[in-house]
């Protein structure tokens, strides 16, 4: 049993790819359309986080602008916002849109939302789960040093696969929470709510994307954990 073996390119890694691979499609032609869309209210996405952040009392919460493309996040631990360049300036749908997912993050926080709260705390688990997974891969596949490789990786791929299922109804709420305050604080007019949703739904995808991937693994490793044994 090993991992670059036929049933597992067929079961699991071209469909993962694919769907990885579509997500990231959908989530880049429509951010390509709605970051050339100016927003109406003119605001950059810094300032759409900002109005969206002091309403809630968030006042001392500092907006930054990072590096990279989409690599927009709210760090819980720094209790801070990170916006990438084309966010944190950009006058568009996108940029908006965006900026206040992540602000939604921050509400989350504030109102100590359950999942939030839970996805947090299975954080180090994961990053724990996902070196385990390497040294596996090595130690296990390679060097057949582990002898039960196939059901450690089973217990690696519930944990990742756990994370991934907590992650997509916190990322939903934090779209949810964008949407109610970016339409009560007037920052996004009402015709322009179906080109956010569109923007929002589909950065959601590719958190589906990772759990159907994650699931795949996992299934695969329980069959051939089970096909071991037998
Ligand atoms: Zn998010």
Redesign the pocket.
Known sequence: MMFWDGKYFLCVMLPGLIIGMWAQWKLHSAYGKYSQVPVESGLTGAEAARRILNEAGLVDMPVEEIEGQLSD??DPTKRALFLSSDIYHGRTLAAVGVAA??A??ALQHLHQDAMFNLRMALVPVTQFASYAWMGVIVLGMFLHLIPHYLMIAVVIFSVLTLFQLVTLP??YD?SARAKVQLFRLGLVREDERASISTVLDA?ALTYVAALVNSVLQLLYYISAARNDRS
């Open positions: 996040h709210y997912h992540e939604g993050h916190v990322e934090a950065a």
